[in-house]
């Protein structure tokens, strides 16, 4: 067995692993041992994860003695609605799947999200397991118990939290995504540096040519570095009354720019990209943080792949944008901005001033 990570999510009964590793989907009837209520199970993937992973991950919980079942959804973020979700109950009613199936997920994030939401919500909650293999759900969106859907009225509107029983990283698996894809996911991982944590940002300014030559060292290193971030502010805060808005850096902006431009326009972590340049500057504009600060960040996107211009909508249509987003209060715009780098704070209190500034 070759070495893994392994992380312990805390939150009390509802604790899980986190195993992070190379060659990992190879190695899961010995890291899943004990992970599953009954002998049924069934993969949720994609048609584009599917012919490349599907067979190895079969086989491994086949060896388990498991009997596996798998449903295999098209691939894009306009089918993470509730049609496509109830391809999925319906391959569960039709294998007569009972309360102790296990969903697992197999794919990035949209197939992880919908994934968890069915497992939430299959006769009112089954186990599901996350084997993400794609950065951005590697080092964000499989850790946590964020799930749900889309609404043709807003992204992520349907939705849950509820926890996996485990994740798997195969970092091995980030091998066949696209170079954009892969760019997508350092956006959230550059993310992780700048709400509270500036050695990885310098850790990930040195390092970051060895993670766009996919080193895997370096990757399990970067992904194992999020995990930890992320599931220190999960166990502090699981179901986001407030720390956990941090995450969503750059998200208040990116949002906008996704729904602005229409879903798929730009990926979800080129959006966040440019909407951490955008809170960068309004932080800016704010005396909050210096030019070189700006300067730095902005260069680590770029040595990324990533966009650090935000596309022009017109400050109107990104401020009606805005408004549709889960952390707003009060109907009052809740923004992620800086402190200087690795020190992020939650506010409404930005002005319509810095606002016009960095929109228009
Ligand atoms: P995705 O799931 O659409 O995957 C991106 C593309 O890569 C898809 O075409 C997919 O089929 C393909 N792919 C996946 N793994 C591959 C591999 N190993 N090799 C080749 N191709 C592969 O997108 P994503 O970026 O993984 O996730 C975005 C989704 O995650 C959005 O729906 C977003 O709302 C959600 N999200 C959720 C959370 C959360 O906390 N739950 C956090 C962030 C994002
Ligand atoms: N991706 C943001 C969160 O999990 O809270």
Redesign the pocket.
């Not at 993400?132 to 946590?144: A, E, I, N, R």
């Not at 400050?315 to 780098?341: P, S």
């Given at each position: 067995m070759t070495e893994h990570i392994s992380l312990h999510l805390d939150l009390g009964e509802r604790s899980y692993p986190i195993l992070i590793g190379k060659d990992l989907l190879a190695q899961l009837p010995v890291l899943l041992k004990g992970k599953f209520k009954s002998k049924h199970a069934m993969i949720v993937t994609?048609e584009?994860?599917a012919p490349?992973y599907l067979e190895a991950v079969l086989r491994a919980l086949q060896a388990m003695g498991m009997e596996v079942t798998h449903v295999v959804l098209p691939?894009?973020?306009q089918y993470?609605d509730s049609q496509h979700l109830d391809l999925i109950y319906s391959a569960l009613l039709a294998a007569r799947c009972d309360r102790k199936t296990t969903l697992v997920a197999l794919?990035?994030?949209?197939?992880?999200?919908m994934t968890g939401y069915a497992a939430a919500t299959y006769m009112r909650g089954i186990p599901f397991i996350q084997i993400p293999?794609?950065l951005?759900?590697q080092v964000?969106?499989s850790v946590?118990g964020?799930?749900g859907i889309n609404h043709p009225l807003g992204?992520?509107m349907i939705g849950a939290f509820y926890q996996p029983k485990a994740v798997v990283a195969d970092v091995s698996?980030?091998m066949?995504?696209?170079d954009r894809?892969f760019s997508?996911?350092l956006a959230e991982v550059i993310k992780y540096g700048l709400i509270d944590d500036l050695p990885l940002f310098e850790w990930l300014e040195q390092n970051m040519a060895r993670l766009m030559s996919r080193d895997i060292a370096t990757l399990t290193e970067a992904v194992a570095w999020c995990c930890r971030n992320k599931a220190r502010i999960v166990a502090a805060d699981e179901t986001e009354g407030g720390v956990r808005a941090l995450l969503n850096l750059g998200h208040t902006f990116g949002h906008a720019i996704e729904a602005g431009m229409g879903y798929g326009v730009w990926?979800?972590?080129e959006a966040v990209a440019a909407g951490m340049m955008l809170a960068a500057a309004a932080s800016q504009e704010m005396g909050l943080l210096r030019a070189d600060e700006l300067a730095r960040i902005k260069r680590l996107l770029e040595a990324a792949g990533l966009p650090v211009a935000a596309p022009s909508l017109g400050v109107a249509r990104y401020i009606e944008l805005m408004q549709v987003d889960k952390k707003n209060d009060a109907g009052r715009i809740r923004f992620i901005m800086m402190r200087g780098l690795a020190n992020a704070f939650i506010t409404d209190d930005v002005s319509s001033d810095v606002l016009n500034k960095v929109l228009s």
């Amino acid at each position: 067995m070759t070495e893994h990570i392994s992380l312990h999510l805390d939150l009390g009964e509802r604790s899980y692993p986190i195993l992070i590793g190379k060659d990992l989907l190879a190695q899961l009837p010995v890291l899943l041992k004990g992970k599953f209520k009954s002998k049924h199970a069934m993969i949720v993937t994609n048609e584009t994860v599917a012919p490349l992973y599907l067979e190895a991950v079969l086989r491994a919980l086949q060896a388990m003695g498991m009997e596996v079942t798998h449903v295999v959804l098209p691939d894009g973020e306009q089918y993470k609605d509730s049609q496509h979700l109830d391809l999925i109950y319906s391959a569960l009613l039709a294998a007569r799947c009972d309360r102790k199936t296990t969903l697992v997920a197999l794919g990035g994030g949209v197939v992880g999200d919908m994934t968890g939401y069915a497992a939430a919500t299959y006769m009112r909650g089954i186990p599901f397991i996350q084997i993400p293999t794609t950065l951005l759900s590697q080092v964000d969106s499989s850790v946590g118990g964020k799930t749900g859907i889309n609404h043709p009225l807003g992204k992520n509107m349907i939705g849950a939290f509820y926890q996996p029983k485990a994740v798997v990283a195969d970092v091995s698996t980030l091998m066949t995504l696209p170079d954009r894809e892969f760019s997508a996911g350092l956006a959230e991982v550059i993310k992780y540096g700048l709400i509270d944590d500036l050695p990885l940002f310098e850790w990930l300014e040195q390092n970051m040519a060895r993670l766009m030559s996919r080193d895997i060292a370096t990757l399990t290193e970067a992904v194992a570095w999020c995990c930890r971030n992320k599931a220190r502010i999960v166990a502090a805060d699981e179901t986001e009354g407030g720390v956990r808005a941090l995450l969503n850096l750059g998200h208040t902006f990116g949002h906008a720019i996704e729904a602005g431009m229409g879903y798929g326009v730009w990926l979800h972590g080129e959006a966040v990209a440019a909407g951490m340049m955008l809170a960068a500057a309004a932080s800016q504009e704010m005396g909050l943080l210096r030019a070189d600060e700006l300067a730095r960040i902005k260069r680590l996107l770029e040595a990324a792949g990533l966009p650090v211009a935000a596309p022009s909508l017109g400050v109107a249509r990104y401020i009606e944008l805005m408004q549709v987003d889960k952390k707003n209060d009060a109907g009052r715009i809740r923004f992620i901005m800086m402190r200087g780098l690795a020190n992020a704070f939650i506010t409404d209190d930005v002005s319509s001033d810095v606002l016009n500034k960095v929109l228009s």
